[in-house]
């Protein structure tokens, strides 16, 4: 299995529902990612977990929770967010060697956010 | 800091043509460089990668040559067919990564590849 999988692909939701977006690989990385892509613009870094414990957080909003259960799954709880939250969110996975990552990353096909 | 430049798009370019997609960087010491390729609606997907100075990466016809002595790491294709449309971005990770290990995007370059 050399896949990042994302659920749900698309996600419509007000600002007062909570919703949850979850990724799962099972690629034995170690380092998983969350990144929010706008539309024509490069993916910006959310956070960072490195053996299933948070090591970055780009100064992301509170209204991001970000969970990391086990070694295969990455959460990513959404909470009263606003429109300008509206992007395709970005899981992605890599392994380390030597405590380098320079394999490149495995990205998953993303969840396209639309809050409304 | 770490920064990725790629030229401007949209680049747009007759089948069969040659490509070439410009990327600079700027880090210390020798960071690891990659290209992606985003298709319309979709995630990112790794396309090639090179680790140290002189590395080659190839794939699916691309190419790009780590060039440490002008920082880039230019892409390129001999013949684009229309199915490689899509936005590449060139990206880099440092080589004295202090636990961030992650990416650092250049802004993207579409490409539209006509009939």
């Known amino acids: 299995d050399t896949e990042v999988t994302q659920t749900p692909k698309h996600l419509v939701m007000g600002m007062t529902n909570k919703k949850s977006l979850k990724c799962e690989q099972h690629?034995?990385?170690?380092?998983m990612y969350w990144y929010k892509q706008k539309a024509k613009k490069p993916p910006e870094l959310m956070f960072v977990?490195?053996?299933?414990?948070?090591?970055i957080n780009e100064s992301v909003p509170s209204r991001f929770s970000p969970e990391c259960p086990n070694s295969s799954l990455l959460n990513l709880h959404l909470h009263a967010l606003q429109p300008e939250d509206s992007a395709l969110y970005l899981c992605?996975?890599?392994?380390?060697?030597?405590?380098?990552?320079?394999?490149?990353?495995?990205f998953g096909s993303g969840t396209r956010l639309t809050v409304v | 800091g770490d920064s990725v430049t790629q030229m401007e798009g949209p680049v747009t370019l007759s089948e069969e043509a040659f490509l070439t997609i410009n990327c600079t960087y700027t880090?210390?010491?020798?960071?690891?460089l990659f290209w992606y390729v985003q298709y319309p609606g979709e995630g990112l997907q790794l396309l090639l990668k090179?680790?140290?100075?002189?590395d080659k990466g190839s794939n699916k016809g691309f190419e790009a040559t780590y060039r440490k002595e002008t920082t880039s790491f230019h892409l390129e294709k001999g013949s684009v067919q229309v199915s490689d449309s899509a936005v590449y971005f060139c990206?880099?990770?440092?080589?004295?990564?202090?636990?961030?290990?992650?990416?650092?995007f250049g802004s993207g370059t579409r490409l539209q590849v006509q009939p």
């Open positions: 090179a680790t140290k100075a002189d």
């Open positions: 880090a210390t010491g020798y960071p690891s």
């Open positions: 990206a880099l990770i440092p080589q004295m990564d202090t636990g961030r290990r992650a990416l650092t």
């Open positions: 977990y490195s053996y299933e414990k948070l090591s």
């Open positions: 690629m034995g990385h170690r380092a």
């Open positions: 992605a996975s890599s392994q380390f060697r030597g405590g380098q990552t320079n394999y490149g990353y495995t």
